[in-house]
């Protein structure tokens, strides 16, 4: 992560002063027609792997996990090849700061936080941030710039955010990850299985893509950093041939059928993070449908209903409004010379001459009864 060299307020504005990086990963795979190598897309889930899990160790979940927050250094610089992450506007604990447990489970559907590209389901449905989060969000991220594009793109509207989010939960790992390398499916499946308060893998994650990166040195499109095996972990079975014995090396001719280091470390790690129970290999429906049973309605049905609530509201004063024009064009008509608007006073209306007598007929007509009125003036 890039250094923070002041932070402070200057005025009227608060000021920080960080490590001038480079062009972000969005940028790099813009740049190079919308497509990023499978070694580079490796060397990428390597070091990003490494970023969030010393992250995750200071109890911190990035909550933002997208192209646009990795970071490359300055070119021309010695860490131009360097990967950074950027943006902690989202940034929640999911470790308590005083007891050191981990944060409890909570879910309120009606709050967002992300990108929805790239969030997880749980933060869809309002779960609280955990590691899995960011790892869900990482495996979106990589295959997008191994693919190129995601199968819920496109989506528009404003219940843009809950059909992605069936989206996700229709698509399994083994269709999201087809034509790709076994060792994106393999990531992808582990991660969106993990529990709440579960410990990811980071270095049997690692462990996947480290054979797809090619040559270890300068030569790697991403330097990555190579961690050493912790202590009480297990060593894969390349690691231990790699050690070499005198008796493995006498017994070349006896080992000529044992799997390569490479090809042993991928099925041990195959084998560890095969997920227990597949949660969302399934059928999603159910559960989504169970999810929001269950709680608050979710913003999108908010919404609605106040649309809804606003569209009876505009239908009410359009109303009001011609009821009051209709009113003052009845006032204006009866306001008018032909209708006087004192119902004391009478009108004498001259009628026709009769042919028979020469005395003029009248007739008295009552402003009350304007029809008989207008009757006579069109006589």
Request: a positive charge; proline letters at 6%; one cysteine or more.
């Amino acid at each position: 992560m890039p250094r923070v060299h002041y932070k402070g307020r200057q005025g009227d504005y608060y000021v920080m002063v960080m490590d001038v990086l480079g062009p972000s990963l969005w940028d790099v795979w813009n740049s190079q027609g919308q497509v990023m190598s499978q070694e580079m897309v490796s060397c990428i889930a390597v070091e990003a792997l490494t970023i969030l899990e010393k992250l995750h160790a200071k109890g911190y979940v990035h909550g933002d996990v997208k192209p646009e927050n990795f970071l490359l250094g300055p070119a021309g610089s010695p860490n131009e090849k360097r990967l950074y992450l950027v943006d902690l506007g989202l940034a929640t604990r999911w470790r308590d700061s005083v007891c050191g447990t981990h944060v409890e489970y909570d879910q309120r559907p009606d709050v967002f936080h992300g990108t929805v590209r790239y969030a997880s389901v749980h933060a869809h449905l309002g779960r609280t941030a955990s590691r899995r989060d960011d790892l869900e969000s990482l495996a979106y991220t990589l295959l997008f710039l191994l693919k190129g594009r995601l199968p819920w793109q496109g989506y528009q509207g404003d219940n843009k955010g809950f059909l992605v989010c069936k989206k996700k939960m229709a698509t399994s790992a083994e269709l999201l990850c087809r034509y790709t390398p076994q060792a994106f499916r393999l990531f992808t499946e582990a991660v969106i299985n993990l529990k709440f308060d579960e410990e990811p893998k980071y270095g049997a994650y690692s462990t996947l893509f480290e054979p797809l990166c090619g040559p270890q040195g300068p030569a790697r499109p991403i330097l990555t950093d190579v961690a050493p095996p912790r202590v009480g972990q297990k060593r894969s079975r390349g690691e231990a041939s790699a050690g070499g014995t005198a008796a493995a090396a006498a017994g070349g001719a006896a080992t000529a059928g044992v799997a390569t280091g490479d090809d042993a470390t991928g099925a041990a790690a195959e084998g560890e993070l095969v997920p227990k129970k597949k949660i969302r290999l399934g059928l999603p429906a159910a559960q989504w449908i169970t999810v929001y049973n269950a709680h608050r309605p979710m913003k999108q049905v908010r919404r609605e209903r106040q649309w809804e609530r606003e569209r009876e509201r505009r239908k009410k004063r359009t109303r009001e409004r011609e009821e009051s024009e209709r009113e003052k064009k009845l006032k204006k008509i009866k306001n008018s010379s032909l209708f006087p608007t004192d119902s004391a006073t009478t009108t004498t209306w001259p009628t026709r001459v009769s042919s028979s007598t020469s005395t003029r007929e009248t007739t008295t007509a009552s402003t009350s009864l304007p029809w008989r009125a207008a009757r006579s003036c069109g006589r």
